[in-house]
């Protein structure tokens, strides 16, 4: 299973390429002067575009709820939510703050 990424968007007078089975295809809008569209599972994976400076406390909400950042261009942000590992660390966390029973 491959990581979001970002692709040229074709022209419509080219068939576009077929993404990998279980991965959609949705416009990322224009990086670099270039029409681009991201490539990525839905049912692994969250994809923002954002399209501003981000002040401290906003990138530092986006990391700690368990987004990542993996690409920029000027204005423009990609970043990345792996769903699985987002759930794995819940589950990590809440499994270190229980109560272990003390056995007799």
């Not at 759930?87 to 499994?95: E, F, G, I, T």
């Amino acid at each position: 299973m491959s990581e979001p990424y970002l692709r040229p968007q074709c022209p419509e007078s080219a068939p576009p390429t077929e993404p990998p089975p279980g991965h959609v295809v949705e416009p990322a809008g224009v990086w670099k002067g270039r029409p681009m569209e991201v490539v990525y599972d839905p049912r692994r994976y969250d994809v923002a575009f954002l399209r501003a400076t981000l002040s401290a406390k906003l990138e530092s909400g986006l990391v700690d709820t368990g987004w990542e950042y993996r690409l920029g261009d000027g204005p423009n942000q990609m970043w990345v939510r792996d769903r699985m590992a987002l759930a794995h660390r819940r589950l990590l966390r809440s499994s270190s703050t229980r109560a272990v029973p003390k056995i007799a």
